[in-house]
């Protein structure tokens, strides 16, 4: 198969990443006879040097004509003082609203060799944490309408839902969970928000035909409390933008490692998907060779399930990610003792932990 990937390989670790995902990509295109062509897209911090824009129109229309979309990381300590208006995240939402992609799955997956990351108890992570958080993207608070008293003493933001615009999201999260453990959790504050209740109505009109999937409501603080006392209840959760958000980051920190989570952010099927691991920039550690890319490795194996439809080639990506964590390879944000890894000669870096994978595959 034939097919065009727009990199963004944006600022701090995003080319560092970027590079090793590209090595993996060109390896599963060897092994099962495809063709990835690559089109260079400048956001973020550099577009801003270069063209006083996060994310000028003809960088954007790259993505917009590409099959998909892999996103290093935008921003850093040098852009932290530009005008509001061109900030490097404004990329990070150009690129959302203009590919319209209005769900985000973030996999908060704990690799029982990593146990060590997290900082749960044993008797609580027991065998593993595996929830898919399934967040709407360009709805609700985050785009309702907002502003200010003309006194500047007080402001408001408005969180607004259509019906379709929550259908499309509990649907997907109905659909993976059908793929997955069936168990599907829609979290809300529907004792208090009208629109939450509008959430529980559009849920309650559709689940007579996922009737494999167990369907359970919890309100955002008592999910966020549940997540940390016994996340394995937890298999797929949809919900609203503002608590997904708030929701996958707590979720991903309990697994215990930034460097190893992957996300996809998906429209309609129409056009290309956006793929990124879940962490920054890392301005600290940028082009040192110490950047952990096993997240945005996984965010390729994300491209090639949703986008491409390649589950064999996601699966041979996944595999040797695991594999390389299975002997012992460590990147040094997952080496918990770094100095027992170093001595066992398995502390890695960047380069070396892509190239790993890249034999694996
Ligand atoms: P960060 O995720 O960049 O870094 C947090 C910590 O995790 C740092 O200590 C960093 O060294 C470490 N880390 C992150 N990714 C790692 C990796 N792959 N391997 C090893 N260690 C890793 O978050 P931050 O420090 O809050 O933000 C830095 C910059 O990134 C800011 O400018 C922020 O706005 C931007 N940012 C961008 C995105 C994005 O592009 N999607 C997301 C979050 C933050």
Redesign the pocket.
Known sequence: MKKTIALIP?????PD?IDEAVKVLNCVANKFGHEFTYKNVIA?GKAIDMFKNPLPKEQLDICLHADSVL???????K??NVDASIR??KA?LGLRGGMKVFANLRPAVMFPQLKNACPLKDEIVGDGIDILIVRELTGGIYFGERGNSSDGKTAWDTEKYTWDEIERIVRLGFEFAKKRRKILTVVDKANILNSSRLWRKVTESIKGEYPDVELNYLYIDNASMQLVRNPRQFDVIATSNMFGDILSDEASQITGS??MLASASLGSGKGPGLY??????????AGKN???????ILSVAMMLRYDFKMEEEALAVEKAVNDVLDEGWR???IAGDIEAVKAQGKLVGTKEMGSLVVEKI
């Open positions: 944006g600022d701090g670790i995003g990443v973020g996103l290093g990381a935008v921003g850093g300590p852009w932290d490097p995240e990070l930034i460097g990124e691991p879940i962490h920054g920039s890392a301005p600290d550690i110490i950047a952990n890319p096993l997240a945005t990147t040094s944000d």
